[in-house]
């Protein structure tokens, strides 16, 4: 039976109800505050690594990570002092400064069993798990992050000894992490078997779910991680196998070894994998490829190449994860010279998140071309080839628009204003300049600091209230 309004309603006048507007003020302030509330703890997820709007993000960050690992250095050969001496070396050589937060042990800490209740146990070069949860605090007493190594098989990937995986205890042991101040998980697949997209997103379901904010960063390159680990929670994926510290490796095949026997990728040969091409459309906020540590400072590579290995893992937004011993670094020294250099960091960390990618190869000539958030494009060239190169190009290449465009040349520290619209320059054997064009013409948008909203919608709203009231 239809409900029938009572005759009188619609043909009286409404009496003026105050309740109406105290109920609509009410209301009005109730949004405002409620938006204010949300931006606030916006801010403070966003600065504790957590935010509240996309929950792939939750255990991650917004930039490509930064940091340190052991294992290119220092293989097996590491003990908790060890570690905590490069984490003082960080907080004080300019790295943490740059940004450098994470400090990550690579396989080396586990042990051949778990505890009788199936927990992870750590070994005496780390003193065990009391050593561990110390070695975590000391970490972030310098201000920075810590990182953990395991692997979703039975065993991890050192061949050499045996160390237990993760493999039926997940959510066991990232609640051990958690509790151990774990701030970074390297999970490295080695012969885990399953599909590995669901084995990722049991990760990041498990980190969630203990609530501590926690990269994840996995190693499955041939599963094509790309395609499914943005979606999956996944903070970084890397894409192939290890890289050693040459140039390339002689031959491009088996035969060259370094290290235990385990790597055979120079830098070249990394960068060259299809992989990396195919996993550019797959980065963005959160979700990066990784094409595997820094080289630089290690000594195999030549000063060219440490200055093109930096420049061509900015141009890639890349996670910076330096491999060397930070000890060494100086400050005058060339992996100071190289990894603390503020504006090609600038290009790596840009908010708009971009994997750059060459807009021209010519025997050997290598053109890329990474759009950045402020509208100018950081252009690279690198040249591969054995002699010195003049390499050229023109701003119709990397839709540019033409005119007054300021220059920079990231290396050198110089900047030009010109109106050829092209630019050429003479880049060394395994070389690489990095410029940055800015369209002078060109209105920059600016991108909000790292992680803040774009329109600060609680803030205006509060602040219309507050001058509406003052009225
Ligand atoms: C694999 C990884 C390396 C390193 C070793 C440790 O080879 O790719 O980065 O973690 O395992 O055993």
Not at 249 to 264: E, I, K, L
Not at 282 to 299: F, K, R, T
Not at 410 to 417: E, H, K, P, Y
Not at 435 to 457: E, F, I, K, S
């Amino acid at each position: 039976m239809p409900i029938v309004p009572p005759a009188h309603s619609s043909s009286r006048p409404r009496p003026y109800r105050p309740s109406l507007w105290r109920a609509f003020v009410t209301l009005a302030i109730c949004i405002a505050v409620g938006l204010s509330v949300a931006w606030f703890t916006n801010i403070q997820n966003v600065q504790s690594g957590l935010t509240g709007t996309d929950p792939t993000l939750g255990d991650g960050f917004h930039h490509p990570a930064m940091g340190w690992n052991h294992y290119n250095h220092f293989l097996n050969a590491v003990d908790a002092p060890t570690i905590l001496a490069v984490a003082k070396a960080m907080a004080h050589n300019g790295m943490k400064a740059a940004g450098y937060t994470y400090v990550n042990i690579d396989d080396s800490w586990e042990t051949d069993h778990r505890a009788p209740d199936g927990s992870l146990l750590v070994n005496s070069a780390f003193g065990g798990v009391a050593g561990m949860k110390q070695l975590a605090s000391q970490i972030h007493a310098l201000g920075l992050k810590f990182g953990i190594y395991t692997s979703p098989a039975a065993r991890t990937c050192d061949p050499n000894v045996y160390h237990v995986g993760s493999e039926g205890h997940v959510l066991q042991d990232v609640q051990s992490f958690a509790d151990w101040g774990v701030d970074y998980i390297k999970l490295d697949y080695c012969s885990a078997t399953g599909d590995p997209a669901t084995i990722a997103r049991a990760w990041h379901d498990a980190i969630v779910k203990v609530g501590r904010p926690m990269v994840l960063s996995i190693n499955v390159y041939w599963a094509q991680p790309w395609t499914w680990a943005p979606a999956a929670g996944v903070n970084m994926w890397r894409t192939g196998p290890d890289i050693c510290e040459i140039w390339t490796a002689p031959q491009r095949d088996n035969s060259y070894r370094c290290y235990d026997g385990n790597s055979t990728r120079g830098v070249l040969d990394v960068v060259e994998n299809p992989n990396v091409l195919a996993s550019a459309a797959a980065v963005s906020q959160g979700h990066y490829s990784d094409p595997d540590m820094l080289e630089i400072g290690n000594g195999g590579l030549s000063y060219t190449e440490e200055q093109a290995q930096f420049s061509i893992w900015c141009m890639l937004a890349a996670p910076l994860i330096a491999g060397n011993d930070p000890r060494q670094m100086t400050g005058t020294d060339d992996a100071s010279r190289f990894m603390l250099q503020r504006d090609l960091i600038a290009i790596d960390q840009d908010a708009a998140n971009i994997q750059g990618k060459p807009f021209r190869t010519d025997q050997g000539l290598e053109y890329w071309v990474k759009p950045l958030a402020d509208g100018s494009k950081a252009v690279m060239l690198l040249n591969t080839d054995a002699n010195a190169q003049t390499m050229r190009f023109n701003w119709n290449e990397i839709g540019l628009p033409g005119g007054a465009t300021t220059v920079r040349d990231l290396w050198a520290g110089t900047s030009q204003v010109t109106t050829n619209n092209q630019f050429s320059a003479t880049v060394p054997s395994h070389g690489a300049i990095v410029l940055r064009l800015t369209a002078q013409a060109h209105q920059a948008w600016q991108a909000p600091p790292a992680g803040q909203p774009v329109m600060d919608v609680g803030v205006s709203l509060v602040g219309i209230l507050t001058e509406r009231r003052a009225r």
